[in-house]
Every structure is written in structure tokens, then in C-alpha cells.
């Protein structure tokens, strides 16, 4: 059951967009908007793990029952948050591409299986997947995402010097709990560049 959620947005280069995007989010229940923008080092992979260590800290000390991540140059939909509470999954994922140019979810691979999953663009399931609406996955990024109570009181986030940024390793370990990851592939975020260029998985 999700009702009290916090929204948390760690802010690196914050767009108006996405602003805008939060504040016409579609809710019933309670909700709280965290901007955090709390980058002490100028270390970007430790800032990363710092801003998301923090968020969790925030949420674990609320009477919340999940946080949904949007970060900082993501513009998501205003029926993300209920799409994403509707796939009653531990982990919920909104779609949006890389700057690589690939999609953000991952094909889940029939277990037991050593790899988390390649995303769903590289094999050419993005087709299928968009036919299928709901779509069980293994991640990754934390761009547009909710993430139930549980989940987070399980799994810290982690830093390891040899990279990459803490979202990749804390999904990993998702993954290796068992916790249950879906995708809405009706959920289409943008990712705003710096260059002020939107992607949009299609």
C-alpha cells in the first residue's frame, strides 16, 4: 500500500522542466518534494552517492511508504506517480534514454542468471516491450523511478572508487535480493541534455 510518498530530486543541473514536471504530478495522497542540492566534494561520483545516501536517510527517518526518484534533467509525465504505484512492484521504473541513446530498462534474463541484463534497445526488444505495456526488467538508473519502503530500509547505497556512479552497484543489489522490478513502458520520461536537446525513447 502506498500513500505518503516523498518525491526526491538530487540536484546536479537543475532544469525548469523538470520543476514543472513535479509540481503537475497526479497524486491523491500525501506528497513531499525534496530538491537537494548538497554536492560538497565536486566529486561527481561521490556527490552522487552522497545526494542518494542522504534522500534515503530522509525517507527511512518519514513516515513514508516509498520515494519516487526524478532526477534533475528528467521530465516525466503527470501520471507517473499513479502508473508507477499501479504496478505494485517493490521497484517501478518510467522509461527514458541514456545519453548513449538507448532506453534505461533492462531485459530481465530467466533465472537464475549472473548478469542483471542488457537494456531492452541492444537486443531490439524496446518493440515488444512498448506492445506489452508492463514489463518485468532488472533496472537500471535511478532517473525516473519508485522505490517502496522496504526496499530501501534492505539495500544502502554504496560508493566504490573504481565507478561507476552508486546507482549501478545499489541496483545490482536489488537485483541479487530478489525484489520484485517492472517497468511501465507507457511511462515516457525526457532527458534533457545540456545542449537543451530532449530525448524521448519512441
Not at 505518503?4 to 506528497?31: C, H, K, N, Y
Not at 521530465?75 to 517501478?92: F, M
Not at 538508473?141 to 552508486?166: D, N, Q, T
Request: charged content about 25%; overall charge neutral; hydrophobic content about 35%.
Amino acid at each position: 500500500m502506498v500513500n505518503d510518498v516523498l518525491v526526491f530530486t538530487p540536484v546536479l543541473r537543475l532544469e525548469p522542466e523538470t520543476i514543472q514536471a513535479i509540481f503537475s504530478l497526479e497524486w491523491d495522497g500525501p506528497m513531499s518534494v525534496l530538491f537537494q542540492r548538497d554536492n560538497p566534494t565536486g566529486n561527481p561520483y561521490i556527490d552522487h552517492y552522497h545526494q542518494y545516501k542522504r534522500g534515503r536517510q530522509t525517507l527511512l527517518l518519514g513516515a513514508y511508504d516509498a520515494m519516487l526518484v526524478i532526477e534533475s534533467d528528467i521530465i516525466p509525465p503527470p501520471d507517473t506517480l499513479k502508473r508507477l504505484v499501479a504496478l505494485d512492484s517493490d521497484v517501478a521504473y518510467g522509461c527514458y534514454m541514456y545519453r548513449s541513446g538507448v532506453v534505461n530498462i533492462l531485459e530481465r534474463y530467466k533465472q537464475p542468471a549472473r548478469n542483471m541484463g542488457e537494456s531492452l534497445t541492444v537486443r531490439g526488444l524496446w518493440e515488444s516491450a512498448k506492445k506489452q505495456g508492463i514489463v518485468e526488467c532488472s533496472g537500471s538508473g535511478l532517473g525516473c523511478v519508485l522505490i517502496r519502503r522496504k526496499v530501501l530500509e534492505a539495500v544502502p547505497f554504496c560508493y566504490r572508487e573504481s565507478g561507476p556512479h552508486c546507482d549501478w552497484y545499489w541496483t545490482e543489489d536489488v537485483y541479487r535480493y530478489g525484489f520484485s522490478m517492472k517497468a511501465d513502458t507507457e511511462v515516457i520520461a525526457g532527458h534533457k541534455m545540456i545542449s537543451g536537446k530532449v530525448l524521448i525513447p519512441t
